[in-house]
């Protein structure tokens, strides 16, 4: 059974930083791609920013300069930097990876539950 678990949300006022952590754990064989994504309400979730397993990174031009996406390979883990917040930027922020798990027959798409990023005054 294959598990994401993201943390580091919360609230922050605007121009504030946060960063989010996001642990792959269970009988794992390999990640391709580690992202994050958010969905606000009312709206579609949406792509912030993804990593590939060689370290190729992209970004929604929403958050280009101000977001840094990395990760610990080692350590199954992705994290995302988030300075220079905004109100915009309120949602709740899902993690996903693109793995190969024991009992799966190639690579499959999984998610976290998601942490809720607030930014207000």
């Known amino acids: 059974q294959v598990q994401l678990v993201e943390s580091g949300g919360g609230l922050v006022q605007p121009g504030g930083s946060l960063r989010l952590s996001c642990v792959a754990s269970?009988?794992?064989?390999?990640?391709?791609?580690m992202g994050w994504y958010r969905q606000a309400p009312g709206k579609q979730r949406e792509l912030v920013a993804r990593?590939?397993?060689?370290?190729?990174?992209n970004y929604a031009d929403s958050v280009k300069g101000r977001f840094t996406i990395s990760r610990d390979n080692a350590k199954n883990t992705v994290y995302l930097q988030m300075n220079s917040l905004k109100p915009e930027d309120t949602a709740v922020y899902y993690c996903?990876?693109?793995?190969?798990?024991?009992?799966?027959?190639?690579?499959?798409?999984?998610w976290g539950q998601g942490t809720q990023v607030t930014v207000s005054s």
């Open positions: 996903n990876a693109d793995l190969w798990s024991s009992g799966s027959y190639g690579y499959r798409q999984h």
């Open positions: 990593i590939t397993s060689g370290g190729s990174t």
């Open positions: 269970g009988s794992i064989f390999s990640i391709n791609v």
